[in-house]
């Protein structure tokens, strides 16, 4: 999904379109972490760790990185839909602000 031309007509500053960005990538990380752990669950320990607590934290390790490298390197596609819906939020939000605190007042200042 191709969500550019939302962006370029968004009404966000790009500082909050970045950090927006960022949040969405690391919704995407967490998904993929989750599916990657799972994915590492059905795998039976392998002889030349010698299994045990330390072979377990080691793939819990290998799984979280994975997925944020996957994450990173644009994932599914996860973050892209994320993004869209949490600028369409945030500009709901910022349009909603600004009609229930409008710019001029009562008394035109």
Do not use: C
Not at 5 to 23: D, K, V, Y
Not at 31 to 53: C, I, R, V, W, Y
Not at 67 to 75: D, E, K, L, Q, V
């Amino acid at each position: 999904m191709d969500i550019s031309s939302h962006i370029q007509a968004s009404t966000l500053s790009p500082q909050e379109t970045r950090r927006i960005r960022e949040q969405a990538e690391e919704l995407g990380g967490v998904f993929l972490s989750m599916l990657t752990k799972q994915m590492f669950s059905g795998l039976k320990p392998d002889e030349n760790f010698g299994g045990g607590f330390g072979e377990e934290t080691w793939r819990s390790m290998q799984a979280e990185e994975l997925a944020n490298t996957m994450a990173r390197s644009g994932g599914v596609g996860i973050a892209d839909q994320l993004m869209g819906e949490m600028i369409a939020a945030q500009e709901a939000a910022n349009a909603s602000r600004s009609m229930t605190f409008p710019s001029t007042g009562v008394y035109g200042k």
